[in-house]
């Protein structure tokens, strides 16, 4: 018996995986100002959750854009390439990953192994990511994990013009002024989220299954406008928000077992 850790050093989030070819634990924490001090926190309360001894976990991979910052790791591997792997692990039909995460979208194509066959990202701006959702969501004075509960069939969305991060909140601000509908502005930034994600996967040639990962994806509101504006259901695991991470593990775990046959 021998273990592997992942670990994603996020914009956002770090999150890690303890891994022995399966899911054993899981941490997640915001990165905060130092991805390092973050990554070094996952790796502690990972050991601490198990009561693995550090000795037994044999391999441990870095990713995200923290990655070069973990003095720990063995290697630090590339997230298109983590993400493509944890999908897989989590449902080897994936065919096509849809990422959103707090400072960057990108979709990935793969194959029957879960190697990236190609890939396309939007890292220039927060426009449709988790953080352009947490903006709009402080300036409406509502928490994220309110949003299912709030909004329901009834509700209309309200069209968002504006995709930049700071002119949607002067928009959104406008909207209120005027006496539109909370929920309905709720909605509408969902759906322009929907609407850039639809814009980014059109790069990539869809094919089933398409999995949908990151912070975004526990919005089943977003989901189910997401699955309206692509035409086809997404694959969404409980997992979703660690995928990069859990990419991570395997990658090292199957990379030990290869050195050890």
Known sequence: MFYSIGIDAGSVATKGVLFNGDIV??????TGWSPKDASCEVLELLLKKSGVNRDDVKKIIGTGYGRISMPFVDKAVTEITCHAKGAHFLNANTRTILDIGGQDSKVISIDESGNVLDFSMNDKCAAGTG???QVMTATLGVDIAELDSMIDES????PISSMCTVFAESEVISLLAKGIDKKSV?????????????SLMSKIPLTQDVAFTGGVARCKTTIRALEEKIGTPLFVSEHSQIVGALGAAVIAYNSVKKQQA
């Open 186 to 198: 709720l909605l509408g930034l969902i759906h322009s989220i929907s609407n850039r994600a639809s």
């Open 131 to 133: 953080r352009f959702l």
């Open 155 to 158: 509700v209309k969305p309200q």
């Open 25 to 30: 634990e899981t941490a997640l924490m915001p």
